[in-house]
């Protein structure tokens, strides 16, 4: 079910008029509520996924229980834990990806053999949010391991917060510690609390329907391409609407799921934070995903030592972390690279400090931040590109100083290039530091935002792009 659709609509219509009862209720009614509300939302797309979130989710409880009540065994609980949720992801999300590079590599040896094609049907339907509920699932059980959380005994309090609508499909990935006591007693909803959820919602739909679904067009003409061969002003062109692209499309489905928790009395923690005004690349990624890659850094970065035991060490683990989190976003060798590119951004920066220097410079600050921006651009054409070949042709040229075509092939769709100046406008505002909320009192500013959000409003229904799926959904 799209938060975009009109059947959403009915279903948060029909939902939070049930709710604003229910939460009054025991909290095995609210929970239960909860369940079942969430299982519809998510059995809409395919009923049949629900026995996957089911079965991996009741290991994880069990898995949990086992750890607090057998101490001794725990390790084997976590592991349990573990290869349910890892086996789930690589079943459904890589067998193909492992099956056609088997085949590669036989032939390399000049043999011959066919595994995709005796493949079930079945695992080459990418159930849709996995990678999002077993990694937070799997946190689950590590923090109880680690004796950081206490594991419920009531398996409807699990479901409510594995399951949880809002943020299931596509995030941001919500911590057991975090949100387990808030499902015990919800925070009441109070006026303050009802107005902050629907600017979330109206600038998190806003994000999606009018800026990434307006530009999308553009950039989905560009890579269906049969000739991806263009000018280095038309790439660039191209690459920077695909960045705003991803980040409106991902943050907004953030934000509109950060306002239907506040109106149900939860909090979730931001995800995005403008990370297109960083000025380094760990910057960026402290701004990006911040769920994913704090969940990286936490579950994997830091257990492999960080940066503890040695330079060379610490430099190691970042790439593991890395190549991983480019793994997890799709079977591909393109996320792989994409993944690398950034360790190798990593490394340099770390090694070079180069940021550091160019702020020193006059305008370092811009310095640092073009520089950055080329960088993530450069990295974002491995995540788009549909093949190697396409990649490689599109940074050759971006390198390549070829101004041959100038900006005409851009205004071919000049409707997005107008939505994407909307969008660079938005953020250039934060790169500045302009805030506007200084400038005013606060009543008046109060006024202006219910004439902002009320604008926003009237931007989704008029100029919302043509209706596209959040990017996201495929990882």
Not at 19 to 40: C, D, E, P, Q, Y
Not at 446 to 456: D, G, I, R, S
Request: aromatic share 22%; charged share 15%.
């Amino acid at each position: 079910m799209l938060f975009n659709s009109l059947i959403f609509l009915l279903f948060a219509l029909v939902f939070f008029t049930l709710w604003h009862f229910i939460k009054k209720g025991t909290n095995n009614l609210r929970w239960l509520f909860l369940v079942l509300a969430s299982f519809f939302f998510y059995g809409w797309w395919d009923w049949r996924f629900l026995f996957l979130i089911i079965g991996s989710g009741l290991i994880d409880f069990i898995a949990g229980l086992g750890i607090a009540r057998f101490p001794k065994q725990k390790t084997a609980w976590l592991i349990a834990s573990l290869l349910a949720n890892l086996g789930s992801l690589t079943v459904f999300k890589y067998s193909s990806f492992f099956a056609n590079n088997l085949e590669i590599l036989f032939s390399w040896f000049g043999l011959s053999i066919d595994l995709s094609s005796r493949l079930p049907e079945f695992v080459l339907i990418l159930p849709v949010g996995i990678s999002f509920y077993t990694f937070q699932s799997m946190s689950y059980t590590i923090d109880i391991y680690r004796n950081q959380l206490t594991p419920t005994k009531n398996i409807l309090h699990f479901f409510a917060y594995l399951s949880m609508f809002p943020q299931l499909v596509a995030g941001p990935i919500v911590r057991a510690k975090d949100f387990l006591a808030q499902l015990k007693k919800p925070r009441k909803v109070g006026e303050l609390e009802r107005w902050n959820g629907a600017k979330l919602i109206v600038i998190g739909f806003f994000k999606k329907v009018v800026l990434a679904d307006n530009i999308a067009p553009m950039v989905n003409a560009a890579f269906i391409d049969s000739d991806p061969s263009h000018s280095t002003i038309y790439w660039w062109g191209i690459m920077t609407a695909f960045a705003f692209q991803i980040y409106f499309d991902f943050s907004g489905y953030s934000d509109i799921a950060r306002g239907l928790a506040k109106w149900m009395g939860f909090h979730f923690k931001v995800n995005f934070n403008h990370p297109y005004i960083a000025t380094s690349i760990r910057d960026f990624w402290t701004r990006w995903h911040i769920s994913l890659s704090t969940w990286f850094r936490d579950y994997v970065y830091i257990p492999l030592g960080g940066s503890k035991k040695g330079k060379l060490r610490g430099h190691l683990n970042m790439w593991i972390t890395m190549l991983v989190s480019g793994f997890w976003h799709g079977a591909s060798f393109n996320f792989v690279i994409w993944g690398g590119l950034h360790a190798l951004y990593l490394s340099l920066e770390r090694i070079f400090k180069l940021p550091r220097l160019l702020k020193k410079l006059f305008l370092g600050k811009y310095l640092a931040w073009a520089f950055l921006m080329a960088q993530v651009l450069i990295a974002w054409v491995f995540f788009r590109a549909t093949s190697f070949s396409q990649a490689f042709q599109i940074v050759g040229d971006m390198l390549s100083f070829n101004f041959s075509e100038s900006f005409a092939p851009l205004f071919t769709y000049a409707n997005a290039v107008i939505f994407l100046a909307i969008a660079v406008v938005i953020e250039g505002f934060f790169l500045l530091g302009i805030q506007p909320k200084r400038w005013f009192s606060k009543d008046v500013y109060f006024y202006l935002e219910v004439v902002y959000v009320a604008l926003l409003i009237v931007a989704c229904v008029f100029l919302r792009g043509e209706g596209q799926q959040f990017i996201y959904f495929q990882f």
